[in-house]
């Protein structure tokens, strides 16, 4: 296998297997630290912003032109848009107090609390199905395959975004198979599997894409990269901190993870081998 399809691999499976992170949020605790949450999506989306618009988006247009940059853009966010319409990102849902699920003894209260257990079980799953199984995850393994064609500075901080917005995401999923199992192994299963459709997205998008792709489709594939990257942090990304976190913590945690992602940008590209870097 290339070596350049392993490194974009081994790049996924550390953004994918976040999740991971997030399902221990859960189980080590008996509720999420919603702000905290808030505040990682706040700073996954200042990274997120500073790769789209100063780096890759930036890139295109100085590579490919301003027109054909700006059509490669905004075809991503065009793409990105119509795979989030047929396939929603998943919440964090509060779960339910542990006394209201006691309060309750008589075989009615049970009968209801069975069907309910029933229910976000079920919905949990849809939301593992949903979140890793299915096509939603699949444009940021190509945004790592695609980065990681470019360079590795590229790949390295898109899975490092992409890591950090895949914690609540883990969040999302083992949170109703924790409250309706109550087995912690079933919860951490599951949010952990959903991580797998990013390498997945990389080993497809590998057989689609040769790692010898014409300079000026890899510059116009990057800028779509951006698109999405752009649509994901504001359609997504930004309104789940601002819920959680409040808008005032939120965007100080967003121009934080800008100004890190610049310095990393900057740091990388003195460090790292000339072959090995933009």
């Known amino acids: 296998m290339d070596s350049q399809v392993l490194v974009a691999l081994a790049l996924s499976l550390v953004g994918g297997l976040s999740t991971s992170i997030g399902a221990l949020f859960v189980i080590l605790n008996h509720a999420p630290n919603l702000k905290m ?50 396939i929603p990102e998943p919440t964090v849902v509060a779960r339910t107090d542990e006394n209201n699920r006691q ?54 901080n898109l899975a490092l975004a992409i890591a950090l ?27 952990t599997l959903s991580g797998f459709a990013e390498p997945l997205g990389v080993i497809i998008v590998a057989y689609l894409f040769p790692s010898s792709l014409d300079p000026e ?5 990057l800028g779509a990269v951006g698109g999405v990257m752009a649509f994901l942090t504001l359609h997504e990304m930004l309104p ?17 993870g800008m100004a890190f992602m610049s310095a990393s940008l900057y740091f990388l590209e003195i460090s790292l081998p000339k072959e090995m870097s933009l």
């Open 240 to 256: 789940l901190a601002f819920d959680y976190a409040g808008q005032k913590q939120a965007v100080k945690a967003v121009f934080l």
């Open 103 to 156: 309060k309750d003894d008589d075989g009615s209260g049970k009968d209801l609390m069975r069907k309910h257990r029933r229910q976000v079980l079920f919905s949990g799953i849809i939301t593992a199905i949903v979140t890793g199984i299915s096509l939603h995850n699949f444009p940021e393994g190509m945004a790592v395959f695609l980065g990681s064609i470019k360079g590795l500075r590229v790949g390295l």
């Open 165 to 191: 917005h895949n914690i609540p995401e883990g969040v999302a999923v083992a949170l109703p198979i924790y409250f309706a199992t109550e087995s912690k192994w079933q919860a951490f299963k599951l949010a």
């Open 217 to 221: 489709i890899l510059e116009g594939l």
């Open 37 to 86: 949450l808030g505040l990682l999506q706040g700073f996954a989306a200042g990274l997120m912003l500073s790769i789209s618009f100063l780096d890759l988006a930036h890139n295109a247009l100085n590579s490919i032109g301003f027109l054909k940059g700006n059509l490669w853009f905004f075809a991503g966010v065009l793409f990105f848009a119509f795979v989030v319409s047929f």
